[in-house]
């Protein structure tokens, strides 16, 4: 079982309400992707609020969250409240497409651990179908809500299987955003089929930088070197 509060070296995530519990996906995307200059970030599909807090800690940007599901918007807003950047974090209880008509901000940078199973059997749950399965928010609907709210130079970071990832490449393609950077992640330093991708897209078509981190060595728990360098930021044990 999960613990009911996961620990992380600057802040705490409980996760006891909500659907989805702190997990590797969510902790490789927020080590990874650097806010820079970032003035305004926004976290679609926040569960937690594990990703809004680690974009906190990495920058001094103004950070909205967005959550559909009510338990989980209720406690990621306790986990940012809670956290030492609670005057820079703020959490909306809403669908993203709603949450589009409704402000007015734009933002540097976007971050997603979005659902991404499209054609799966869905889980019994439904919190977690919803958290898990594109069916409340589609790829194309997820990245048609990013052009709006994403500013003339914004980035979109975004981690995926590997299969949804080149699906939604295309899908972002053909809305006028284009791959820059991809983390290539593999769960074992000697295997070479990748588990994930972690993504950066932007209006721009640049040449895009190509790197791989494996999780783990070949026995579980010990960690790749370059895995613990990603997130020695955040994780205790590291």
């Not at 599909?45 to 338990?71: F, R």
């Not at 721009?204 to 190509?210: G, L, P, V, W």
């Not at 494996?214 to 895995?227: G, K, L, Q, V």
Request: charged fraction near 25%; proline fraction near 3%.
């Amino acid at each position: 079982m999960p613990e009911s509060v996961f620990r992380f070296k600057r802040f705490s995530i409980a996760q006891d309400k909500c659907a989805m519990k702190v997990g590797t996906d969510s902790v490789l995307l927020g080590a990874w992707v650097e806010p820079a200059n970032s003035k305004r970030i926004l976290d679609i599909g926040t569960g937690s609020g594990i990703l809004a807090c680690m974009m906190a800690q990495k920058s001094s940007a103004q950070i909205d969250a967005v959550e559909i599901d009510e338990a989980s918007a209720q406690q990621a807003n306790e986990n940012c409240n809670a956290s030492p950047w609670s005057d820079r974090l703020t959490v909306f209880h809403s669908s993203i497409q709603s949450f589009v008509e409704s402000t007015n901000n734009q933002y540097d940078l976007i971050v997603s651990n979005p659902p991404f199973f499209r054609d799966a059997l869905q889980n019994p749950s439904a919190t977690k179908t919803q958290a898990r399965h594109a069916v409340s928010l589609s790829f194309e609907d997820l990245l048609s809500c990013t052009k709006k709210l994403l500013l003339p130079e914004g980035i979109l970071a975004i981690i995926l299987p590997v299969n949804e990832a080149e699906f939604f490449c295309e899908v972002a393609k053909s809305t006028g955003l284009f791959l820059n950077d991809v983390l290539r992640v593999r769960a074992k330093a000697r295997h070479e089929i990748e588990i994930r991708k972690v993504m950066k897209f932007s209006s721009k078509q640049i040449q895009h930088s190509d790197t791989t981190v494996a999780i783990e060595n070949e026995e579980r728990h010990s960690f790749t070197d370059e895995y613990k360098k990603l997130t020695a930021d955040f994780y205790l044990k590291f």
